[in-house]
């Protein structure tokens, strides 16, 4: 089945520094990608969809400028935290689709966990 | 009222029981729910879709109420290994690629 694949799978960092989180995935073309937050016994938040080669559209509450994102190809989408704090220390879940169909499910990477210290 | 709602539990059920998770959404245009399974500091995994006229797969049974924009999960003849906490999902929009809206949870724990 599809396949979606998320690197790192853990990040320690130190507060002011830059985290890459790339999301790709395998055997499909993605032609979007959704970028969740999760934070402990919290729901998945949907950060902001990503469309290949267009800006991302980011949720209420996103900073876009802090939270960059980079979908330049159909497998590849690229989540850059940028001058990490410690309240950024978190769960980031990349996930993707290649239909324009909402009854299509969502193949989740495994995820990135983030540790600003 | 909270996108999707559902009751964090946690549920402790002895193995063999069946056990039945509620979930309900505030958009009345959704038009896809799924149940997806979390396990602890993993990734979500898709359990199944739910259709409007409910379906089943093996141990466990969907049922959707549009009308009450309510959705429901069973599992039947539970087993340790249903141990996990149980995601209610809909999509955001109803349109195009949509994004999926998560609750935050039904926990259950399943005895020996």
């Known amino acids: 089945g599809a396949v979606v694949s998320q690197h790192p799978s853990w990040v320690i960092c130190k507060s002011g520094t830059s985290v890459k989180i790339e999301c790709r995935s395998l055997d499909f073309q993605a032609t979007t990608m959704f970028w969740y937050r999760q934070f402990p016994k919290q729901s998945l938040m949907l950060m902001a969809t990503?469309?290949?080669?267009?800006?991302?559209?980011?949720e209420q509450g996103v900073e876009k400028d802090k939270f960059l994102i980079n979908h330049a190809s159909l497998t590849l989408s690229t989540l850059t935290v940028t001058s990490a704090h410690p309240e950024d220390s978190s769960f980031y879940i990349c996930?993707?689709?290649?239909?324009?169909?909402?009854?299509?499910?969502?193949?989740f990477g495994n995820g990135t966990r983030l540790t600003v210290t | 009222r909270k996108e999707v709602e559902q009751d964090p539990g946690p549920f402790n059920v002895p193995e063999g029981a069946t056990v039945a998770f509620n979930c309900t959404y505030s958009?009345?245009?959704?038009?896809?729910f799924f149940w997806y399974r979390q396990d602890c500091r993993k990734e979500p995994k898709l359990l199944m879709s739910?259709?409007?006229s409910g379906n089943e797969d093996g141990r466990f049974t969907a049922q959707l109420n549009r009308a009450s924009q309510y959705i429901s999960l069973l599992i039947r003849d539970s087993k340790l290994s249903d141990s996990a906490t149980y995601l209610c999902?809909?999509?955001?929009?109803?349109?195009?690629?949509?994004?999926?809206?998560f609750g935050k949870g039904t926990r259950l724990s399943v005895i020996a």
């Open positions: 996930s993707a689709t290649g239909f324009s169909s909402y009854n299509s499910p969502l193949h």
């Open positions: 958009n009345s245009a959704s038009q896809s």
């Open positions: 739910v259709y409007s």
């Open positions: 990503s469309n290949e080669g267009s800006k991302a559209t980011y």
């Open positions: 999902v809909v999509n955001k929009r109803n349109s195009g690629n949509t994004p999926l809206v």
